[in-house]
């Protein structure tokens, strides 16, 4: 693969909509990132396509259905689709999710985050080598947004770190998948950028989401790339960059719903700018703070979840019938406490969406076989 070079880079994500405005303004656009998955049964003229647009603008890739953060071993069909489209395209470098996307054999067809427990991490870090070994390189690791918290014996941030050092991976931060769980689930969204390993920080994305309601009430900050980048994410883009250590590459995600191309290059014009600010007020960074305790001592297996976000007749029977429940599931005395405490709100809203992130999909690969793929919050 390519080296990155020294400088703060800002792009966009390729998408076939955007094809024509990029190609049209090249000179404002440092990079694009491209989804790996959208080409694994692309024909040779398809990823000779690949080929000449990685030779006019610097490309990435980024993969979304690997579900390397898990118990459970990684797809190996996947991994060589991600390994044809390397070797193909040769980008700078690729990506994938800190997500779960299956458990128990029960495919969620959705970026899930995993429970943030030891044994996640140690799998995470299992996977990566696999991936290591069959593309030939590791790929960065992002941190996803989610709709309900998995729960876990640490903090996100406290596992992320666990889950870099451990698979001795670089990460790509997240910035609106960093503030929609900042506010979904009440954490200080600057102060977790004092607990994650920066060193290791190479790549942003920046996006935006929209607000849906639960069945109780509550607010929940669904990031589903189809709104422009809030202003409090491009905060945290100064804030990072008064603390990265070095340079870093932006890529803007959009995936429906586009404006019109000078709007798009607006945002990665307010991204430079952003950049610029931090590194002006750059401040020499500390490691990483202290562990953040966490409150709980037990989280729900990926098995566990994956069922509950596909089985509506099983989460209805979540409340009346807790304990039945917790042994249809063949849940520990622990693990049943985890399940007690698991926002049925929240569960609701996070199947909803992974449904119609399924359909979507579905209605995508119905007309273009193998060459679309869903996305989810993340």
């Known amino acids: 693969m390519r080296e990155l070079d020294g400088t703060d880079r800002v792009g966009l994500g ?9 190609f049209a303004h090249a000179d404002r656009i440092d990079l694009v990132e491209v989804i790996a998955d959208d080409h694994f049964r692309a024909s040779r003229a398809q990823l000779r396509a690949l080929r000449t647009l990685s030779a006019q603008v610097p490309v990435v890739l980024h993969g979304v259905s690997l579900g390397l953060a898990s118990t459970e071993a990684v797809d190996e069909r996947r991994l060589e689709g991600v390994a044809r489209v390397v070797g193909e395209v040769q980008p700078e470098l690729w990506s994938e999710h800190l997500a779960f996307v299956r458990g128990g054999r029960v495919e969620i067809g959705h970026l899930a985050a995993p429970p943030r427990t030891a044994e996640t991490v140690e799998g995470t870090a299992r996977n990566v080598a696999r991936a290591r070994a069959v593309v030939g390189t590791a790929p960065l690791l992002e941190n ?17 770190a666990d889950t870099a050092a451990a698979a001795d991976v670089d990460l790509l931060l997240d910035l609106h998948n960093l503030y929609a769980n900042a506010r979904n689930f009440g954490f200080d969204a600057a102060s977790f950028l004092e607990r994650v390993p920066l060193a290791r920080v190479r790549m942003v994305h920046l996006s935006g989401g929209r607000w849906i309601t639960a069945a109780g009430g509550a607010h929940r900050l669904l990031d589903d790339h189809l709104h422009d980048v809030p202003d409090a994410v491009y905060a945290l883009l100064v804030e990072l960059g008064r603390r990265a250590p070095h340079p870093l ?3 803007l995600e959009r995936d429906g719903e586009y404006p019109r191309m000078e709007a798009l290059l607006a945002q990665l014009d307010r991204a430079r700018a952003a950049l610029a600010e931090g590194r002006q007020a750059r401040v020499e960074t500390a490691p990483p703070a202290g562990r953040q305790p966490a409150p709980r001592d037990a989280a729900l297996p990926e098995r566990a979840l994956a069922r509950l976000y596909l089985d509506g007749a099983l989460r209805h029977r979540l409340g009346p019938d807790t304990k039945g429940v ?4 063949a ?10 405490r698991l ?3 929240d569960l609701e809203l996070a199947a909803q969406s992974f449904a119609r992130k399924r359909d979507g999909r579905h209605a995508c690969q119905s007309i273009r076989p193998g060459l679309r793929h869903s996305r989810g919050p993340g």
């Open 14 to 22: 390729w998408r076939p909509e955007l094809a024509a405005g990029v």
């Open 144 to 160: 996803v947004a989610s709709l309900v918290d998995p729960l876990g014996d640490r903090s996100e941030a406290d596992w992320i």
């Open 249 to 251: 590459t932006v890529i």
């Open 326 to 329: 917790a042994r249809d599931l």
């Open 331 to 340: 849940l520990t005395p622990a693990q049943a406490g985890a399940l007690a």
């Open 343 to 345: 926002d049925r709100g």
